[in-house]
């Protein structure tokens, strides 16, 4: 048995001994540590491109935190101005990814091209794209082409496709909203070149009373005071601040506006097979819907487009 001061000094190198075995877990533990944020921070940066508008910097932070849930280190570099200006980074290196809208990227890079239909026009860009880049797939269920819409609460009044619109069009007072577009990037409408000869060519509907006005504002007062019956947006009615939802767009089955869908522009080279995979998964689940409601709340209600990007990725298993 034990004397007094024989168990004291036992449980005194007990305790060490306990101690010891801390310490050494506690700096086995640290070094772990240590060597993962050490190859965290040797991982190149994946930087995404945006341009001035809530529209870019919205696609930029989706895209940016998806590749970060490949395991990536992701940056968003902003106010890279108009279009030139991401194109710009990408060709530098400076930028691995930016988003952009397939016909609009289209007609910046080839003014000449007459594709409208979607796969036209996405064969169309891979062969306008200059050297070095690629883009990923395009968001299908992204429609943010202009559109002829009407007041919802008399839009039993027309036919709801532009197709069955045309023997009307003689008869009808439509406005074209001809200032500010709903996304900045896009160029203002011009009536003759951007709406009234495509819907020409595309159905045989000649306007023969087409008003313009300055402000969708305005453009939205005189629906609304029965002075024209249609009007003609430069994007989808969701990207208004209110979300439209007065207004129903009459489809556009022959494409008289061109194709133009959500997607990324990549730097050949500059993504993995697997990140390249989780873009793709993106196209795959993005929506008008979707893109126009972070839009708003980004632009309008100053939300965090980091954080509306993570919840919708979040929501989306993504």
């Not at 004291?8 to 075995?21: F, Y």
């Not at 619109?165 to 009536?191: E, N, Q, V, Y």
């Not at 489809?251 to 993995?272: E, H, M, N, Q, V």
Request: proline share 7%; hydrophobic share 45%; net charge negative.
């Amino acid at each position: 048995m034990l004397g007094s001061t024989d168990s004291r000094a036992l449980i005194r190198g007990l305790r060490r001994s306990r101690a010891v075995l801390l310490r050494s877990a506690l700096a086995v533990m640290m070094a772990a540590l240590a060597a993962a944020c050490g190859s965290g921070d040797n991982q190149p940066v994946l930087t995404v491109g945006a341009g001035d508008s809530a529209q870019s910097g919205m696609l930029a932070e989706i895209y940016a935190g998806a590749l970060a849930r490949t395991g990536a280190r992701t940056a968003v570099k902003g106010g890279l101005g108009q279009r030139p200006g991401y194109l710009a980074a990408l060709d530098a290196n400076t930028a691995a990814v930016a988003g952009d809208i397939s016909g609009d990227l289209l007609s910046a890079l080839d003014s000449s091209s007459a594709a409208r239909l979607p796969d036209d026009v996405n064969k169309a860009l891979n062969s306008a794209l200059p050297e070095g880049l690629i883009v990923g797939d395009v968001a299908d269920g992204t429609d943010l082409r202009p559109a002829v819409v009407a007041l919802t609460t008399r839009v039993d009044e027309y036919p709801s496709s532009l197709r069955d619109l045309a023997p009307r069009c003689a008869d009808l007072t439509i406005g074209i909203a001809t200032g500010i577009p709903l996304d900045p990037m896009r160029a203002p409408l011009d009536p003759e070149r951007d709406v009234l000869a495509p819907l020409q060519a595309a159905y045989g509907c000649t306007v023969a009373h087409p008003v313009t006005f300055p402000t969708t504002e305005d453009l939205r007062k005189a629906l609304s005071a029965g002075e024209i019956q249609l009007a003609v947006l430069s994007g989808p009615p969701a990207y208004l601040p209110d979300g439209g939802a007065d207004l129903t767009p009459l489809a556009d089955p022959a494409y008289a506006f061109r194709a133009a869908s959500a997607l990324p522009i990549i730097r050949k080279g500059a993504l993995t097979d697997p990140q390249l995979r989780k873009l793709n998964y993106v196209a795959g689940e993005l929506t008008t819907t979707d893109l126009a409601d972070m839009i708003r709340q980004f632009r309008d209600n100053h939300a965090v487009p980091a954080s509306l990007a993570r919840d919708w990725l979040d929501a989306h298993a993504l």
